[in-house]
């Protein structure tokens, strides 16, 4: 293969008119006329159909000369330039020609660097397989079936009417060029190709391109030169990191036509973002039955209390974070807190739920809009803490941090009790982890909270543990999102200690004999995947100390006697299988939320469903015009019932491993 795995498409100069040419450019024009030489007569009378057309009617003068070449005029030349390039590039396979005789011509190379198509940063010395592992902020692992050693795929100059479906299977491909055939259309399923950044489809014939080129938001080239494009869908407006659109040779629409000259590329995709129509919004999401569990216990001994509840989860997206460098491919509009407040409280209002758990949610707004609203238009009352940080900050700053919030119907619960949980702050109070160096610069770095409440039922007297959380998001502290998951459950577990005994207000509540037989809930934006450790321990009860999420990081007793929890936990919607997702942003579309639940004291009854799988195929990612956040809301259910007969496990023995053990005999000998 070619080094860098890829058709160099050549530097070139922006400025109109003579151009000193590089040796790299000198060299390929020569490469171009020995290949002209030889072309067969057919090939030269094929290629007389993709004449130069001006960006306007046939009619119209080029671009060169609509605007005088000053500043703005760049845009123009870059246009002409890069159409210049494709017009000379209109031989069959005139890139792979290309690249093979600069491959021919370079030295040799003792290595060949090949790059992961699905992860670019990620590049290997030889040709073997790979597994991707995308290093984006929110990405998770995906399986790569087979490995993959070219990502370029030249098609140009054949002649080629149609296209074959298959083509659209080859996901990996990064460039794709099309120019220069006879292609009239475009087939929708081209968005398969979802990690392409270049594509050109230069000199065809076509007079539409699909609507689904704006599901290709990793393009940096669209290269359309020279066919009959009047104009462009206003899906293309979701390509926010496209940096090259090329329409000179079109007879294109004139306003388009001019912000392309006036101010490039870029503008004519915030353009037709910013004025694209709102689209219908997706049928409303259904609830999902689920069995109960109580009909398979024997004799009856798991009888209904006959008490039902429901549980919302949401992360709103803080409105300090809902900026266009986070979602370029949001309309501008639709980040404004004046539209998203009321997508959001219409959103968790319609779901009238006896409790809500609310992460993300800016102290400014919870304390000026959220926490009144929900008490006079549906009688809630709450509870906020933002995160740690807030108590460093002035009141203007402090009003920008977001935090969790709980919100309770007042008519069923009385809030009992409520304690805020600071994990860097719980840290410095364990014996164990003072000694820990990757205490104080992983853990301590991060302001990440809790907030835990004991609600009472006004009815039955019967109460309920709601832990309401937002773990750190970065996925390289694994670590980190594991150690703080760890210390709630031990302070979950102190918290319901306490609560035992019904409160004096309610001298014949319920009493429960251990912390496991007190009905919880814990929710919230974990940051973490099905596959995770955090995912593995709460609904496992125990992670080795060795676990792969530990790293090699030490973390007291938790790295060398494991991390386990007494209660016996599920997430909500592992009854019918997790979500397609709960987070989605371009480049990532995964499951971070959930609603945990104590199993031998509660029954889901039902769920809340995904969203329309049809509506998700022709978006790229939340925010937009019908989601505020880029996170969706969760649901569920519950009925409490009488708690299961505990079932007596023996203490897990991890083992040790030689590092952490002798870490820790080094601690104890150090005492």
């Known amino acids: 293969m070619y080094p860098n795995n890829s058709f160099a498409r050549f530097p070139v100069s922006v400025n109109v008119g003579p151009q000193k040419l590089s040796q790299s450019q000198q060299q390929q024009q020569q490469q171009q006329q020995q290949q002209q030489q030889h072309q067969p007569q057919t090939s030269t009378q094929q290629n007389t159909s993709s004449q130069p057309v001006s960006l306007g009617s046939s009619s119209t003068t080029p671009l060169s000369s609509d605007l005088s070449l000053n500043a703005s005029s760049s845009h123009v030349a870059r246009q002409i330039t890069y159409a210049q390039i494709s017009r000379q590039s209109a031989s069959p396979h005139h890139h792979a020609r290309t690249a093979a005789a600069m491959a021919r011509n370079a030295p040799v190379a003792s290595t060949v660097t090949i790059t992961d198509p699905n992860n670019p940063s990620k590049t290997f010395n030889g040709l073997i397989g790979r597994g991707k592992q995308d290093e984006d902020s929110r990405k998770q692992p995906t399986a790569v079936s087979q490995a993959q050693t070219w990502t370029t795929l030249d098609m140009g100059g054949m002649g080629l009417k149609n296209l074959s479906p298959a083509l659209c299977n080859y996901i990996f491909l990064t460039v794709l060029y099309l120019n220069h055939n006879n292609l009239t259309y475009l087939p929708p399923s081209i968005a398969n190709l979802e990690y392409l950044k270049t594509l050109d489809v230069s000199g065809n014939k076509l007079t539409s391109i699909p609507s689904e080129l704006g599901l290709l938001i990793n393009l940096r080239e669209l290269l359309l030169f020279d066919n009959n494009l009047v104009t462009l869908p206003s899906e293309l407006g979701s390509l926010y990191q496209l940096e090259v659109l090329g329409l000179e040779g079109n007879p294109i629409q004139s306003d388009i036509k001019n912000i392309l000259m006036k101010d490039g590329s870029a503008a004519v995709i915030l353009s037709l973002r910013e004025n694209a129509p709102v689209g219908m919004p997706p049928p409303q999401r259904e609830w999902v039955t689920v069995e109960s569990s109580s009909s398979e216990d024997d004799q009856g001994t798991m009888k209904s209390l006959g008490d039902t509840f429901t549980v919302f989860c949401y992360n709103s997206l803080c409105q300090k974070y809902a900026t266009g460098q986070a979602y370029g491919y949001t309309p501008s509009w639709a980040l404004t807190w004046d539209y998203r407040k009321e997508l959001i409280l219409s959103e968790i209002q319609s779901r009238n739920a006896d409790i809500i758990c609310l992460q993300e949610l800016g102290y400014q707004q919870y304390e000026e809009y959220f926490r009144d609203e929900f008490r006079e238009r549906a009688g809630y009352d709450s509870v906020f803490y933002p995160k740690s940080r807030a108590k460093t900050m002035g009141e203007k700053e402090r009003g920008e941090v977001d935090g ?101 207000s309610s001298p014949n509540g319920v009493k429960y004999p251990s912390t496991s037989k007190l009905p919880t809930i814990i929710a919230g934006d974990f940051n973490s995947t099905p596959e995770s450790g955090v995912y593995e321990f709460l609904s496992k009860g125990a992670v080795k100390q060795d676990h792969d999420d530990f790293g090699d990081y030490l973390y007291g007793d938790y790295t060398t006697d494991g991390l386990t929890h007494k209660l016996s936990l599920k997430s909500a919607y592992s009854q019918i299988g997790e979500l397609p997702f709960t987070n989605y942003i371009a480049g990532f579309k995964g499951v971070l939320d959930y609603i945990w639940y104590s199993t031998n004291t509660l029954d889901v009854m039902s769920l809340l469903g995904p969203i329309d799988k049809e509506y998700i195929s022709k978006v790229v990612g939340f925010p937009n015009a019908h989601f505020p956040s880029d996170h969706i809301p969760i649901m569920a259910e519950f009925k409490l019932r009488a708690p299961r007969p505990e079932k007596k496990l023996e203490e897990p023995n991890f083992g040790a491993t030689s590092r952490r053990q002798q870490s820790k005999e080094n601690d104890h000998s150090n005492r």
């Open 404 to 504: 969790c919030a709980t919100f309770f119907k007042s008519s069923k619960f009385e809030l009992v009790e409520v304690s805020l949980l600071e994990y860097n702050q719980k840290a410095l109070q364990r014996a164990d982890f003072k000694k820990c160096p990757d205490i104080y610069n992983r853990v301590m770095t991060k302001d990440n909270i809790a907030v835990m409440t004991m609600l009472e039922n006004k009815d039955t007297l019967a109460r309920v543990l709601v832990a309401n959380s937002h773990i750190h998001w970065d996925p390289t502290f694994a670590d980190v999102k594991l150690v703080q998951v760890g210390m709630l459950m031990d302070e979950i577990d102190k918290f319901a200690s306490r609560h035992l005994l019904p409160p004096a």
